[in-house]
């Protein structure tokens, strides 16, 4: 028999791995492997979760009119220039797939979120991926490898796994250097969580500029990752194509309700900040104290190197396991010395450290 042969590129890639959710032998594990919500979603999301039961025969609002009005109030955006999709990682997907393919390039940073060659090779085009320099994404690296032949840059900002950023300023200088051509992607999955003055999402980007789509998430700081629910903010002429090669329904009813109501609870929104201000350097100073290295982070994680020998990172994650603890092991993007602890509750992170201690006293 002869199999269908998928087009070229498909097999090149290398399938997505999930952060393991479940550990062999433990009852009751403390998960840190996905950057969720410490805090998990708001009694109101909740709340318009369990009203949703009796409407699941319903087909949803195509153009989630409702939710996008409610993303627009909520950050003081046009809802005309919002498209939702379930998840950003279906926004990644369309965006590749209706401007790349065989004989284009798509480039991105050498720590970038992995979906991004993904999505390229599965629309046949060629990633191209531009070193970072300390672990930050290089606004030159990207612009030197830009060329006649790239039609989009993603940028992760915050980046993912290593909690780094670029300012308002880099990522305008960015878009000012790249070709009049060239689609920049602006993955603010992260944004929620940022506070610092020279940071911008991307929204004064898209507003002003022809060929930047800002791309946000719910799966964050609003913990709606089951849901799979995203969003992202452009010009009109990108909002129309992402509409033309999305499914007719992509966003479910449940999603939609659900987004409106979590967008709704600002006090929840602003705890989780606030928690995530807390022990988010809190764990990066006991980590730090234990002779380890975390990275500057802005996000809702921290990146941990390990030395080399018997205390290395394969060593602490095993050991980790043993303590019912999953953090996130990040080799697939080129960093085996690194493990990422997403943020969780207090009471997680206290066990975290704990273990992290007797593991490296041996």
Wanted: proline content about 7%.
């Amino acid at each position: 028999m002869t199999n269908p042969t998928p087009r070229p590129g498909v097999m090149e890639i290398e399938p997505y791995v999930a952060g393991k959710s479940a550990l062999a032998g433990q009852q009751r594990v403390i998960k840190l492997s996905s950057n969720e919500g410490a805090l998990g979603p708001s009694p109101r999301a909740m709340a318009a979760l369990a009203a949703q039961a009796q409407t699941l025969h319903r087909y949803p609002d195509g153009g989630a009119g409702d939710l996008r009005a409610a993303i627009a109030r909520r950050f003081g955006i046009d809802a005309a220039r919002i498209v939702c999709g379930a998840g950003s990682d279906e926004l990644i997907a369309l965006l590749t797939k209706a401007y790349a393919g065989p004989g284009d390039e798509v480039l991105y940073s050498q720590y970038g979120f992995v979906m991004y060659p993904i999505s390229t090779h599965a629309a046949g085009a060629t990633p191209v991926m531009a070193p970072e320099t300390g672990f930050r994404t290089d606004v030159d690296a990207l612009l030197a490898k830009a060329g006649p032949r790239t039609r989009i840059c993603f940028v992760a900002n915050p980046n993912n796994p290593t909690g780094s950023y670029i300012s308002a300023a880099e990522l305008r200088r960015l878009r000012d250097g790249l070709p009049a051509h060239v689609l920049l992607v602006v993955d603010a999955a992260y944004a929620e969580y940022v506070s610092r003055n020279d940071y911008s999402a991307g929204v004064e980007l898209a507003e002003t500029c022809d060929n930047v789509i800002m791309l946000r998430t719910f799966s964050k700081i609003f913990a709606l990752g089951g849901l799979r629910l995203g969003w992202g903010y452009a010009a009109p002429g990108i909002v129309d194509v992402l509409n033309r090669v999305r499914g007719p329904f992509n966003v479910s009813s449940v999603a939609q309700t659900v987004g409106v109501a979590a967008l709704a609870d600002l006090a929840f929104t602003d705890a989780a900040r606030v928690h995530n201000d807390v022990w988010m350097p809190w764990f990066a100073a006991r980590v730090a104290e234990l002779g380890l290295e975390p990275l500057p982070s802005v996000g809702n994680f921290v990146l941990v190197r390990f030395p080399a020998g018997p205390r290395d990172a394969a060593a602490a994650n095993a050991h980790l396991a043993r303590d019912g603890i999953i953090p996130r092991m990040v080799g697939s993007y080129g960093l085996p010395d690194f493990i990422r602890f997403t943020i969780g509750t207090e009471e997680e992170m206290r066990a975290v450290v704990a273990s992290l201690s007797a593991f490296m006293k041996g």
